[in-house]
């Protein structure tokens, strides 16, 4: 089936650097990828959809420029985050839509933990 | 406009009870009705979809979901828990040709061995 990689699964960074995690459709092409954050015990908030060849689609409240988004190729997907700072440790997940005779169906990646000391 | 209730933030079964997980919809056109599961540090994993075709969907490990339009319920179940059932689960609504999924704030399942 579809697989999405991403990649790192595991960040640390010091505050003020930026981190670029890797969103990768395996085996199938993706023209729209999402990007979630999700807090601890939380459900996933969706932040950006991301379109091959095009600007993104930041959710209201979302910074565009703190979270960059690039999608230059129908497998994959980056999202940079910028001089990151504590308050953006989090775990950030990637999805792409696999639509086969036109289902519709979101196909998760492993997440990415970030963690700004 | 599409949204989801999971109602219980938590549950907990003994092992080889019945899991019963209950969501309900809300959408103004016909939806697609999803369950993933999550397991710590991991991203989602889909379980089962519904996409209009029968309402009773069988999924993966056990699990299967009933869509009932009239009550507007997608309740996910699985006859008996198992150990390795303990994960966070989530359910998603989405149009059938939309992009956004729409996801509930997820229930905590827990097996009492």
């Known amino acids: 089936g579809a697989v999405v990689s991403q990649h790192p699964s595991w960040v640390i960074c010091k505050s003020g650097t930026s981190v670029k995690i890797e969103c990768r459709s395996l085996?199938?092409?993706?023209?729209?990828m999402f990007w979630y954050r999700q807090f601890p015990k939380q459900s996933l908030m969706l932040m950006a959809t991301s379109n091959e060849g095009s600007k993104a689609t930041y959710e209201q409240g979302v910074e565009k420029d703190k979270f960059l988004i690039n999608h230059a190729s129908l497998t994959l997907s980056t999202l940079t985050v910028t001089s990151a700072h504590p308050e953006d440790s989090s775990f950030y997940i990637c999805?792409?839509?696999?639509?086969?005779?036109?289902?519709?169906?979101?196909?998760f990646g492993a997440g990415s933990r970030l963690t700004v000391l | 406009a599409q949204s989801v209730t999971q109602l219980g933030s938590h549950v907990s079964v003994s092992e080889g009870a019945l899991v019963l997980l209950r969501c309900n919809y809300s959408s103004s056109v016909p939806p697609y009705l999803f369950w993933y599961v999550q397991y710590p540090n991991q991203g989602l994993q889909l379980l089962l979809k519904y996409t209009s075709a029968a309402t009773l969907v069988k999924g993966i490990n056990g699990f299967e979901a009933e869509f009932k339009k009239s009550e507007t319920s997608f309740h996910l179940t699985k006859p008996s828990a198992h150990m390795s059932d303990a994960a966070e689960y989530f359910c998603?609504?989405?149009?059938?040709?939309?992009?956004?999924?729409?996801f509930g704030t997820g229930t905590s399942l827990t097996v009492i061995p």
């Open positions: 999805s792409a839509r696999v639509t086969p005779s036109g289902a519709n169906v979101l196909t």
């Open positions: 998603a609504v989405s149009a059938n040709t939309g992009n956004q999924f729409y």
């Open positions: 085996d199938f092409q993706a023209t729209t």
